[in-house]
């Protein structure tokens, strides 16, 4: 009788846990997303019942998920519901500006477009890759960094610093590293969150949550991994704008 | 005036790299320094776990507790080692006969260089035709370098086109190119010689020299900068050690090494901890910020400084543990270093190609790191073994500087 109580409460937990999978797999990195700074418009926003969201990015992969028939799968619409859910009572808007291969430098000539356009409590800069890529000059993209952050803090919007996508192949040719480090001393210095996908994705990928060697011409997985990323997303949006003022205070 | 023989007690670590027997019947009052294999090898297991892309083992090398990395404990030994082979050469056969040394051995490192970026391109060519997938749409747009070999295989041969990685045998070559003026300067008058280089790293600072890489961009290392390591290096082999004495034994700036060390180590854990960088002032973070690996930041020179002062305080030329079998290992590897270094990098490829093709894990990860250092390991034991015999044969050992200069 005991072990049939056992081998009964050890399918049930199976069960549980297979039905979670989704979420636990990509929490799993949820350690790499933390708000460590404060977003005082984003909080601002929410207690105003309405947050507007602009995501500014080279495309990476979310035009092919986009374009897909149905449901938006990129990042930026899972994102969009995801804090909807997170937020009762709040109108979420999430807004997404983006271009293939696009550099820092185009991106931030935008800024003043989409302040004026969306509103934004929060701007998503995402990236780095093109810069990685092409290997521009650190020092100049550091500089358009902190540049677009100032126009941006300026335009009454919090920032999180997106970086790249880790993407295996590539950096057998160019090595992210040094781009990836811009971005995290100058979101350091500028008391902005980094959302290191760089991180959480190379994670994933050595906890086998994902492949990233995987030889497809589906978007499932992708689709996968953008749940994954809006997921921690919003978890790292509404932390950030829960912190305790004296976290992180920039004065600006 | 010639610089004296060193004595054994008076330098920082002064003996020929090259155990071969007819450098030690020109010294045999050196027995060779340890410490240096020691470091190098060190060094050269650390450059092979860094150069293996998100490699979750390269999260023990140094460069994650500190400003600087593996990389200027190779430049500064391989300086080191460089002077003492070539230093002896000038002195004993003239400008001449050892700057045709020198050349040669960098001609040498550039074939090696050549013959890596071979077998790159073969990975990389087979690697990007066997990989879709939408998820990585925009990042595959760099393989397009692939479409026109013309100019991809003259930049390389260049030298401006250089792939991940691949970047430390350029400045390597650069630097063994530019040495023997330096090595002429430094025998005469060593700190003419050693300002000299010192100025030339100030005016590439003050300029912002750097050679020109292909498609665009400039040198990661920048031979520019760090040749003040490799001079550095040079100069201590050739009495400059003497000269610092002093300072090594000095408790107040052995206190200011370990004080700056630990600040180095705090600051870096604030890139981990974003959280925490709110402490760091931020006059400090404005003065610190960028610590520029490309022109050998300061911050990452005295580092270096502050770690070999400490190192060479606690680990003395007959410490006994160098002659353990635990540390031999190491030391084999440092005493083959071209050889091991251009094994690391091919075996960096090696290991990322298998992480690609068999797993990703953090098993698989360490289970190739491993194995790498391991085939580093036997592959020097073959050639010190090789080297041995070669030795016990009389009248059949080489009969230009090649094993000496094969240590440089």
Same mark, same amino acid.
């Given at each position: 009788m005991k072990t049939i109580l056992i081998a009964f409460g050890l399918v049930l937990v199976a069960a549980c846990v297979a039905k979670a999978q989704p979420n636990t797999a990509c929490a799993v990195a949820q350690h790499l997303a933390t708000a460590d700074f404060r977003l005082p418009h984003v909080a601002a926003a929410i207690a105003a019942?309405?947050?507007?969201?602009? &995501?500014?990015?080279?495309?990476?992969?979310?035009?092919?998920?986009?374009?897909?028939?149905?449901?938006?799968?990129?990042?930026?619409?899972?994102?969009?519901?995801?804090?909807?859910?997170?937020?009762?009572? &709040? &109108?979420?808007?999430v807004t997404t500006h983006a271009k293939a291969r696009e550099t820092a430098a185009n991106m931030e000539t935008q800024f003043i477009r989409v302040l004026a356009a969306d509103k934004p409590a929060l701007v998503i800069w995402q990236t780095g890759t093109v810069e990685a890529l092409r290997r521009s000059d650190v020092d100049d993209f550091r500089s358009v960094l902190e540049d677009g952050i100032g126009v941006l803090h300026h335009g009454n919007s919090d920032v999180?610093?997106?970086?790249?996508?880790?993407?295996?192949?590539?950096?057998? &040719?160019?090595?992210?590293?040094?781009?990836?480090?811009?971005?995290?001393?100058?979101?350091?210095?500028?008391?902005?969150?980094?959302f290191d996908r760089l991180a959480i994705m190379r994670h994933w990928g050595e906890l086998g949550t994902f492949d990233f060697n995987e030889v497809t011409k589906t978007i499932d997985t992708a689709a996968q991994v953008h749940d994954c990323i809006a997921r921690l997303l919003a978890h790292q949006i509404v932390e950030g704008a829960n912190l305790p003022n004296s976290v992180g205070n920039a004065i600006r | 005036m010639l610089v004296k023989p060193l004595k054994q007690e008076e330098v920082l670590a002064s003996a020929p790299p090259a155990p071969g027997p007819r450098l030690a019947a020109a010294a045999p009052a050196h027995e060779r320094d340890l410490r240096l294999d020691l470091f190098r090898g060190i060094a050269l297991w650390l450059i092979f776990l860094d150069h293996i892309p998100s490699n979750v083992v390269s999260w023990i090398t140094i460069r994650n507790y500190g400003f600087s990395d593996?990389?200027? #404990?190779?430049?500064?030994?391989?300086?080191? @080692?460089?002077?003492?082979?070539?230093?002896?050469?000038?002195?004993?056969?003239?400008?001449?006969?050892?700057?045709?040394?020198?050349?040669?051995?960098?001609?040498?490192?550039?074939?090696?260089?050549?013959?890596?970026?071979?077998?790159?391109?073969a990975e990389i060519?087979?690697?990007?035709?066997?990989?879709?997938?939408?998820?990585?749409?925009?990042?595959?747009?760099?393989?397009?370098?692939?479409?026109?070999?013309?100019?991809?295989?003259?930049?390389?041969?260049?030298?401006?086109?250089k792939p991940a990685n691949m970047d430390v045998l350029p400045l390597y070559i650069v630097l063994l190119a530019g040495f023997a003026p330096f090595l002429w300067l430094?025998?005469?008058?060593?700190?003419?010689?050693?300002?000299?280089?010192?100025?030339?790293?100030?005016?590439?600072? @003050?300029?912002?020299?750097?050679?020109?890489?292909?498609?665009?961009? *400039?040198?990661?290392?920048?031979?520019?900068?760090?040749?003040?390591?490799?001079?550095f290096g040079a100069w201590c082999a050739l009495g400059g050690a003497?000269?610092?004495?002093?300072?090594?034994?000095?408790?107040?700036?052995?206190?200011?090494? #370990?004080?700056?060390?630990?600040?180095?180590?705090?600051?870096?854990? @604030?890139?981990?901890?974003?959280?925490?960088?709110?402490?760091?002032?931020?006059?400090?973070?404005?003065?610190?910020?960028? #610590?520029?690996?490309?022109?050998?930041?300061?911050?990452?020179?005295?580092?270096?400084?502050?770690?070999?002062?400490?190192?060479?305080?606690?680990?003395?030329?007959?410490?006994?543990?160098?002659?353990?079998?635990?540390?031999?290992?190491?030391?084999?590897?440092?005493?083959?270093?071209?050889?091991?270094?251009?094994?690391?990098?091919?075996?960096?490829?090696?290991?990322?190609?298998?992480?690609?093709?068999?797993?990703?894990?953090?098993?698989?990860?360490?289970?190739?790191?491993?194995?790498?250092?391991?085939?580093?390991?036997?592959?020097?034991?073959?050639?010190?073994?090789?080297?041995?015999?070669?030795?016990?044969?009389?009248?059949?050992?080489? *009969?230009?500087?090649?094993?000496?200069?094969?240590?440089?």
């Open positions: 019942k309405r947050l507007n969201i602009s &995501v500014i990015g080279s495309a990476s992969s979310s035009p092919s998920l986009a374009a897909t028939s149905g449901a938006n799968k990129g990042y930026p619409a899972r994102l969009e519901s995801l804090l909807g859910q997170k937020l009762p009572g &709040v &109108v979420v808007t999180i610093l997106m970086n790249m996508q880790y993407s295996p192949r590539t950096e057998l &040719v160019t090595d992210p590293t040094q781009y990836a480090d811009a971005m995290r001393i100058v979101a350091m210095q500028q008391e902005i969150p980094l | 593996a990389t200027e #404990i190779f430049v500064f030994i391989s300086g080191y @080692t460089a002077a003492f082979v070539y230093g002896r050469a000038m002195r004993e056969r003239g400008l001449i006969v050892a700057g045709a040394r020198v050349l040669k051995r960098a001609w040498q490192v550039y074939v090696a260089h050549i013959f890596l970026f071979v077998i790159y391109m060519s087979y690697v990007s035709s066997s990989f879709e997938n939408p998820l990585f749409a925009e990042e595959m747009g760099i393989f397009d370098f692939l479409r026109q070999p013309d100019v991809t295989l003259v930049q390389a041969l260049l030298l401006k086109f430094v025998l005469r008058w060593p700190t003419v010689a050693l300002a000299g280089s010192a100025a030339v790293y100030i005016l590439t600072w @003050t300029f912002a020299i750097n050679l020109p890489s292909y498609p665009s961009g *400039t040198w990661f290392f920048n031979p520019l900068a760090w040749q003040l390591l490799f001079a003497r000269k610092l004495g002093g300072l090594f034994n000095s408790n107040v700036v052995l206190a200011i090494a #370990i004080s700056y060390l630990v600040f180095s180590f705090a600051i870096v854990m @604030t890139w981990y901890f974003p959280r925490y960088a709110s402490y760091v002032p931020r006059w400090l973070s404005e003065f610190m910020y960028p #610590i520029d690996k490309t022109n050998l930041d300061v911050l990452r020179f005295a580092h270096f400084l502050a770690l070999a002062l400490i190192t060479v305080r606690f680990v003395p030329r007959d410490w006994p543990y160098l002659k353990s079998f635990l540390l031999r290992p190491a030391i084999l590897c440092g005493q083959h270093s071209l050889e091991i270094f251009c094994l690391g990098v091919f075996l960096a490829f090696a290991a990322h190609f298998v992480i690609e093709q068999v797993s990703a894990r953090l098993a698989a990860q360490v289970a190739v790191s491993l194995l790498g250092v391991a085939i580093m390991v036997a592959a020097a034991s073959v050639m010190a073994w090789y080297k041995r015999i070669e030795g016990q044969c009389p009248g059949r050992r080489p *009969t230009d500087a090649d094993l000496a200069g094969g240590e440089a």
